[in-house]
């Protein structure tokens, strides 16, 4: 079975322009969950989507949204980047309790 | 609040030795405890998992145990090798939302020859 991958790998933005990221999932999963990882911060959750549905939200802005396809295949969008939306934005695909993550989108805002 | 907190935050030891993390939670109520090992510039890989009833667990080289009473976890490695550097993250998931985790920050290891 082919693992979770997300596009692009890495991204440079500038200030205030927007990106989307995608995730496609391990097939036959239909629960994507996104995570940014930064150095000081660690891992945290932003939100999960399952079969089309936002089921849980972290505590992020509204810049960050996301959404689900039929297809089960995800994308996550930032508007407006700001400087500190430089991370490591990471999707995780389940079909139970075991999540299975993706190798990560590198995102540098300048 | 839920936290984890992870401790040593990073840690160098030799090829051959063993070490131990450690991982202290306030997650409740309890469902699950999760380590990852994540390489530097890849995404987390799922080690172990285990439950409330669980009290060890291995993989090979790694044994993770529990303790629900006290909230404290601990990841081992026996007989290090040079692809064990890696950062180990703890993830403690609540009852009834298995897919809001609260993670550590890690654990930085390096394996040195």
């Known amino acids: 079975k082919a693992g979770v991958t997300q596009t692009p790998r890495y991204l440079i933005k500038t200030r205030g322009q927007q990106v989307t990221l995608s995730c496609s999932p391990i097939?036959?999963?239909?629960?994507v969950s996104w995570y940014q990882q930064t150095p000081g911060q660690g891992l945290q959750f932003l939100f999960e989507?399952?079969?089309?549905?936002?089921?849980n939200k972290g505590n992020f802005p509204g810049r960050f949204s996301g959404r689900q396809f039929s297809n089960s295949r995800s994308e996550m969008n930032v508007s407006t980047l700001e400087l500190g939306d430089s991370a490591l934005y990471l999707c995780?695909?389940?079909?139970?309790?075991?999540?299975?993550f993706g190798p990560g989108t590198r995102l540098t805002v300048t | 609040k839920n936290q984890v907190e992870q401790s040593p935050q990073s840690l160098i030891i030799l090829e051959g030795k063993n070490c131990t993390l450690q991982?202290?939670?306030?997650?409740?109520?309890?469902?699950?405890l999760r380590w990852y090992k994540q390489d530097t510039g890849r995404g987390p890989v799922s080690l172990t998992i285990?439950?409330?009833?669980?009290n060890t667990k291995s993989n090979g080289r790694y044994t993770a145990t529990l303790d629900a009473d006290t909230k404290q976890s601990s990841l081992h490695i026996t007989a290090s090798q040079l692809s064990d550097s890696a950062s180990y993250i703890c993830?403690?998931?609540?009852?009834?939302?298995?897919?809001?985790?609260?993670f550590g920050k890690g654990t930085l290891l390096t394996v040195n020859p």
């Open positions: 995780a695909s389940s079909a139970s309790y075991e999540q299975y």
């Open positions: 097939s036959g999963h239909r629960s």
């Open positions: 989507y399952f079969s089309e549905t936002q089921r």
């Open positions: 991982c202290n939670y306030t997650v409740s109520p309890f469902s699950n």
């Open positions: 285990m439950t409330f009833s669980e």
């Open positions: 993830v403690v998931s609540a009852e009834g939302s298995n897919y809001k985790l609260t």
